[in-house]
Each structure stands twice: as C-alpha cells, then as structure tokens.
C-alpha cells in the first residue's frame, strides 16, 4: 500500500496560519477516524500534534488543529510561531493491514 | 513521566542480525500496544510492527514480515524487535511507540540507529 500523499514544503510568515494536506483513499483516510499527525524536529522524535483527526493531546497549543474531509484529511497551525518549524507526518490508523499507513511529510518553513 | 530508552542499535554486515530493546518507565507497560516505527536517513517514517498488551498478537510490514520478531517482556517493561536477514535497506533509525489508541502513537523514544553495510 502507498504513503499517503503530502506537499514536500509549505511555508508562512510569523503570525500567519499554513494548511497542510494529506491525501489518501476510500480505503484508508477515507473510512478512518483515526487520523493523526506528527511534529518532527531534525534529530528529534516525533510528537503527536493531533489524533482522531481533530483532537489536540494535553499541552499542544490551540493554534494546531485538524480535519478530515473525504479521503484528504488537513492540518492547521494559526498564529505561526518560528519553533512550528518542523516536518509534519500525517498517519492513517485502521484495525486491518497496514494498521500504521504514514504520509511522506511536509517541511514547514516559517519565512 | 512516560519514557521510553531504545538500545542495540549499531553496524551490522548485510545478513546480519541484531536486537532492539525499549525499556518503559512511567506508565503501566502492559496495559498498552507498542510500536516499532522506522525513518531511513533523510526519509519519512515507516510502520514496522506491533504487538498487543499481553505479547500474543503480533503484525508486520510486509517487507519486514519473516525477518524480524518484535516481542516483549511485560515483568521488566521491555519491548524487543529481533531483527534477522538484514537488509541495506533496513538501515534506519528505529523507534519505539506507545500506543494510544487504534494505532496512533502517542508518546515516541528517541530512536536507535541502525546501519546495514559491509
């Protein structure tokens, strides 16, 4: 099964809000409300920003949130901050095979 | 404060084989699924396997499926990933992932370089 689609970079200036896509199927985005996305730092682990495609774990600012829209699910970072900096992985979670499908990630640039 | 420590990762000649351990602290270890979770240099991340609370029910990506075992010990908060027939392409910086719910990932270790070259 391919990764889900995501833009290779997006970027916006501090203060501005960047909606990022991830774009798969009927088959996983499509019929999963498990959808979350990740925040990478170079070097660094992967954070969870966002699960069950729009819910904000304890301490993520509120500027991070998420949505799902047929089979392209989108995340939104509001009030760009320059440590939003990061790579951004999206991730369709299902009960079949492949259980874990990752998007390619995006590189958030803040100008 | 959830942790999670990955060790025993390092050079490996093609063919090889090496083990992976996760030591848990911070939360009740068997009351969770756990991931391993692979990103190549420079690359995206990659689903490997998981494996369910009590470490009965196992699953695989396909391109590690007959190779590598991920496993765990519940009495030392220990998850394993054996890793057999390795691959150049295998190498990866390896990650292990609690499971929050259905497959989402919600608290990451800082991961454990492996290189498969001669």
């Known amino acids: 099964q391919s990764a889900l689609t995501q833009p290779r970079s997006v970027s916006g200036s501090p203060g501005q809000s960047v909606t990022m896509s991830c774009t798969g199927t009927s088959s996983d985005i499509g019929t999963s409300n498990y959808i979350s996305w990740y925040q990478q730092h170079p070097g660094r682990a992967p954070k969870l920003m966002i699960s069950d495609v729009n819910k904000r774990p304890s301490g993520v600012p509120d500027r991070f949130s998420g949505s799902k829209s047929g089979n392209t699910a989108s995340l939104t970072i509001s009030g760009l901050q320059a440590e939003d900096e990061a790579d951004y992985y999206c991730c369709s979670c299902a009960g079949s095979y492949p259980f874990v499908l990752f998007g390619g990630g995006t590189k958030l640039t803040v100008l | 404060d959830v942790q999670l420590v990955e060790s025993g990762g390092g050079l490996v000649q093609p063919g090889g084989s090496l083990r992976l351990s996760c030591a848990a602290s911070g939360f009740t270890f068997s009351g969770h699924w756990m991931h391993w979770v692979r990103q190549a240099p420079g690359e995206g991340l990659v689903w490997v396997a998981r494996i369910d609370k009590g470490g009965r029910t196992t699953n695989y990506a396909d391109s590690v499926k007959g190779r590598f075992t991920i496993s765990r010990d519940n009495a030392k908060n220990t998850l394993y990933l054996q890793m057999s027939s390795l691959r150049v392409e295998d190498t990866a910086v390896y990650y292990c992932?609690?499971?929050?719910?259905?497959?989402?990932?919600?608290?990451w270790g800082q991961g454990t370089l492996v290189t498969v070259s001669s």
């Open positions: 992932a609690r499971d929050y719910y259905y497959n989402q990932a919600d608290y």
